[in-house]
């Protein structure tokens, strides 16, 4: 034991070790020095260790070192105010900084609070529409070169069950026939056009070219409205694998407008997904070649690979049709807004500005119009086939435009006047009808197609000029009621394709090519519109009977099929289940069963498809699907 003043002071500075040592290497320490060298040495790393733990902020120093992604979030989050935060003098900076930015706040925050509810709305509206504006600005464009929008679901995409209990079991069975309708034809169709229900294969007509898939892009809308989501779900992603429209094939530009892009168009509003919206701008790209004309009045069929265009070689001296290049409108200003492309806009503008410089016979527009000379071809005049959505799109188009388009609403309600004037008459025994006209002569005839007019007629009655409101609705409800007799008057309650008013006959086909019936929509979609504004339990009934026809004669095993005859007294089949009845028919079935906030008609116009688009708010110009 030595005692503790006689230690000698080389334990305590080794390196300074005794005078008569010779050497000063460690190698030559004793054991205790060593030991005591280690414990001082240990002792030193410690100390170093816990000043790195107890330094102020340490825990950043290593984050910096062992956590280092977070560390450079935290610094990004935190700001150059506070990177230096280390210091006193930081310190109080920073916290007079957020002291400042608080009161600013609180500031802001009483300024808002004095503001009305509406005025604070407009501003929360402008702040977004700056920000969408911005993103554009800076080239905001997706993958496929579209611009970027907010996507705002429009009301009454889809609705709730009828409060009565007959109405809501009819409006059951309807979607338990579109169920039918659809199953078959995924089982025995998929991917092809259209089924042919009764020897349950694919069927392709020729309107489409060699695209595909008509009756899935057809049905989707009604699919969503209907609530079959699971089906719903089945046809996007068909869309997304397999709809192509790199064709080296001749279409229907028209078809293809109002199946192809107005059945996308509205499943991209309904749904949001954005490759209904990407492939409806696709499509409608394709299409701008028919517009390549002397006069821009669009050619009937376009190659889609070649651009390269022509009419139909029937139609009146290489004439294009009325109701082809006049049913363009609706889509095309719906793909200017999705696309922020303006050329669909002005491609049909400029169809009005053609029409708008032409001498009309009675203010009523021919079928027929020469794209290159820009005359038109023979006097025929129709508001069924040939004619039709030529007068429901200049409606529809003012209703579209938030009734801003002045120019389509003075189009519409002339020429319906010229219609009233010179084709609508009454027979022998009261039926209203509308005849068509060929060169100042009238054919006493009325198509299935024509029978749309009824509820056409009625959707414009309330912005009718003068004091014609009331007049229009009564020629609506008289429309309606002819047509109703056209079926009433068959043997099988389904209408012919065409009726006559003369040889002593009314409402009845009398010529063997126009009795049959194609599962075509018009008059179901005439008794919805009436359903709708009158609310006159007849036109649920008179839906409802046309859903027992359907079912005792067009229903097979492998679908829903035409007939060939409907005086006959038993169906003979015309092996097409048409895409277009589960676009329209059970569509405008299902809402003449629904309430009327289903697709309500103040946020939304159908196409003559009976496809859905939102009205375009004239107070929203930046934001194209917000309706409200
Ligand atoms: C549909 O394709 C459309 O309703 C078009 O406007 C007319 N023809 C059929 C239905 O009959």
């Not at 102020?56 to 935290?74: C, N, Q, R």
């Not at 059945?263 to 990407?278: D, H, I, Q, T």
């Not at 001296?317 to 999705?338: C, D, K, N, P």
């Not at 299902?590 to 009976?610: G, I, K, Q």
Request: net charge negative; aromatic share 10%.
């Amino acid at each position: 034991p030595h005692p503790k003043g006689k230690m000698p002071v080389a334990t305590l500075l080794p390196f300074t070790a005794t005078p008569n040592r010779k050497s000063a290497s460690p190698t030559s320490f004793r054991l205790t020095e060593k030991f005591i060298l280690l414990l001082v040495f240990s002792a030193f790393i410690t100390l170093c260790f816990g000043a790195i733990f107890f330094l102020p902020d340490s825990s950043k120093l290593l984050s910096g070192v062992f956590f280092h992604s977070s560390a450079v979030e935290t610094n990004t989050h935190t700001g150059p105010d506070s990177s230096d935060a280390g210091s006193a003098g930081n310190d109080d900076r920073l916290l007079a900084k957020i002291k400042k930015d608080h009161e600013k706040a609180l500031l802001e925050a009483k300024d808002t609070l004095q503001k009305l509810p509406d005025v604070i709305q407009n501003d929360i509206l402008a702040d977004k529409a700056k920000v969408t504006k911005e993103s554009m600005g800076k080239g905001g464009k997706d993958g496929n070169n579209l611009p970027f929008i907010e996507y705002h679901r429009p009301p009454g995409a889809t609705g709730l069950e009828p409060q009565d209990p007959e109405t809501r079991e009819r409006r059951a069975k309807i979607k338990e026939m579109m169920k039918h309708a659809w199953d078959s034809y995924k089982r025995y169709a998929w991917g092809s056009n259209e089924l042919r229900p009764v020897s349950k294969q694919g069927h392709s007509s020729n309107l489409f070219g060699d695209i595909k898939g008509a009756t899935i892009v057809d049905a989707l809308d009604t699919l969503y409205i209907m609530e079959m989501f699971e089906e719903f779900d089945a046809a996007t992603d068909w869309v997304e694998k397999s709809l192509d429209f790199n064709v080296n094939a001749e279409v229907s530009v028209f078809e293809v407008n109002i199946r192809f892009v107005g059945g996308l168009l509205s499943a991209y509003y309904l749904s949001g997904k954005e490759v209904f919206r990407r492939k409806a701008v696709e499509l409608g790209e394709k299409l701008l070649p028919a517009f390549k004309t002397p006069t821009g009045i669009p050619w009937a069929l376009l190659n889609l690979k070649s651009g390269i265009g022509r009419n139909w070689p029937w139609a009146s001296g290489g004439s294009s049709i009325l109701a082809e290049y006049g049913t363009l409108h609706l889509e095309f200003m719906h793909l200017s807004r999705l696309s922020g492309n303006p050329e669909f806009a002005q491609k049909v503008m400029n169809i009005r500005k053609v029409l708008n410089r032409l001498e009309k016979p009675q203010g009523l527009y021919p079928n027929y119009l020469n794209p290159n000379s820009g005359q038109w071809g023979q006097h025929h005049v129709s508001v069924g086939g040939l004619g039709d959505s030529f007068y429901e799109y200049l409606l529809k188009a003012w209703l579209m435009s938030d009734k801003t388009d002045e120019e389509g609403k003075k189009m519409y309600y002339d020429a319906l006047q010229a219609i009233e004037t010179n084709l609508m008459r009454k027979s022998t025994n009261g039926l209203t009808y509308i005849a068509e006209w060929k060169g100042g002569l009238l054919e006493h005839k009325m198509g299935h197609l024509t029978c749309f007019a009824g509820g056409m007629i009625a959707l414009g009655a309330d912005g009718a000029p003068g004091d014609k409101t009331g007049h229009q609705m009564e020629q609506a409800a008289e429309i309606a009621r002819t047509c109703h007799e056209s079926y009433a008057r068959t043997t099988l309650k389904l209408g012919p394709e065409a009726f006559r008013f003369d040889g002593g006959v009314e409402a009845i086909a009398t010529r063997q090519n126009e009795k049959y019936f194609i599962l075509r929509p018009e008059v179901i979609e005439t008794y919805m519109y009436m359903w709708r504004f009158t609310h006159d339990p007849k036109y649920r009934e008179w839906g409802w009977e046309a859903v027992q026809a359907l079912e005792q004669h067009c229903r097979v095993e492998g679908g829903y099929s035409g007939v060939r005859d409907v005086y006959a007294s038993s169906p003979n089949y015309d092996d097409v289940q048409q895409s277009f009845y589960l676009a329209e028919t059970l569509k405008y079935l299902y809402l003449l069963f629904s309430e009327d906030d289903h697709l309500p008609f103040e946020h939304w116009v159908f196409n003559t498809e009976a496809h859905p688009l939102p009205v375009i708010r004239k107070d929203k110009t930046d934001r194209p699907n917000e309706v409200e």
